[in-house]
């Protein structure tokens, strides 16, 4: 049952971060058990874990749905990730193993290839590789509850990330402050790798709430 609800979370956490599933959008028990073909429990044990994690919203009497945020809460959320992820990048870069910069070098290469302008272009796979690009760096903090921390707050502005929303000149910054990072990272600059992450949300934000009142 327990493999059960942590594959089931597992598809509708990919699901709700990707986009498939729109913030808002209610997550019926019965019609999960039938698309996951699994029973109601592990669906209930599922939604329960997702909801600790800040993306999904459980009400009595009116079941679950994919959490969504007002702007400030937004702001705010900003706010927390400003103090928390560049913090977590500086103390991620002296623990950085060969294999993770390799990795977050193919990530941050693999980015620029699939977000430049064109026919080839393609924002749902930058969308999928900045999770991982940023989860590399969390991993290698070493802390977790800084990464428990940074998580949700996370979770909870990559629901609302559309890279669709960037102006050319952002999308632009935005892929290069990953290629960036990597050399801070390869150099051993944990301030350098610090100055790149807290710039590159700025730069998120902006894109996301510069419209918003």
């Known amino acids: 049952m327990r493999a059960a609800a942590e594959q089931a979370a597992r598809v509708l956490r990919e699901e709700i971060l990707s986009g498939a599933i729109a913030s808002g ?29 800040g993306l999904v919203e459980i009400q009595p009497n009116r079941g679950a749905r994919v959490a969504s945020w007002t702007t400030e809460q937004l702001r705010e959320i900003f706010d927390l990730r400003l103090r928390l992820e560049p913090y977590a990048v500086r103390q991620a870069v002296p623990n950085l193993t060969p294999d993770q910069l390799a990795e977050l070098d193919h990530l941050a290469a693999a980015m620029s290839r699939a977000g430049r302008p064109g026919k080839n272009q393609d924002l749902a796979v930058v969308e999928e590789l900045n999770r991982r690009f940023h989860g590399v760096f969390i991993d290698a903090a070493g802390s ?11 979770h909870a502005s990559v629901v609302h990330q559309n890279f669709h929303d960037y102006a050319p000149d952002a999308l632009r910054r935005s892929l290069h402050h990953h290629v960036e990072m990597v050399a801070a990272a390869r150099a051993g600059d944990g301030d350098w790798a610090e ?18 009142p």
């Open 25 to 53: 959008a209610r997550l019926g028990e019965a019609e999960l058990a039938g698309r996951l073909s699994v029973s109601r429990t592990p669906i209930r044990e599922a939604l329960s874990r997702l909801a600790a994690e």
């Open 144 to 154: 977790p509850p800084l990464a428990g921390a940074l998580r949700g707050v996370i």
């Open 195 to 212: 100055a790149i992450m807290r710039a590159h949300l700025y730069n998120a934000r902006a894109t996301m709430l510069g419209g918003r």
